[in-house]
């Protein structure tokens, strides 16, 4: 049975930091591209950030370009998001994400192209 198991979140004040985790089990997903999107209340889920299976390509939203780095350790079967600088309306529930593709060649930032998902983190960036 494949889990996504998401870890990290809380409340932050703005301009600070946080890292989440998104350790994976029940599949080993070096081949796949590995993704983190966020749903703010009312609003559609989003696209974040994502680690091609390769490791060699890192893809971002332009709002959390130069705050965000995305990451994985292979042999820990783990994704990792490092937030910094953030913002309140960055607060959201992050899911993390493992792509239904093995060895996808062209990126998809799409939710419908992800079909494992964890149950998410809540993020709370107070002002």
């Known amino acids: 049975q494949v889990q996504l198991v998401e870890s990290g979140g809380g409340l932050v004040q703005a301009g600070g930091s946080l890292r989440l985790s998104c350790a994976a089990s029940?599949?080993?997903?070096?081949?796949?591209?590995m993704g983190w999107f966020r749903q703010a209340p009312g609003k559609e889920r989003e696209f974040v950030a994502a680690l091609k299976w390769s490791a060699g390509n890192t893809y971002y939203a332009d709002s959390v370009k130069g705050r965000f780095t995305i990451s994985r350790d292979n042999a820990k079967n783990t994704v990792y998001l490092q937030m910094n600088t953030l913002k309140s309306e960055d607060t959201a529930v992050y899911y993390c994400a493992a792509d239904s593709v093995p060895y996808r060649l062209v990126f998809s930032s799409a939710v419908a192209a992800y079909n494992y998902w964890g149950q998410g983190t809540q993020v709370t960036v107070s002002s």
């Open positions: 029940g599949r080993t997903f070096s081949s796949y591209t």
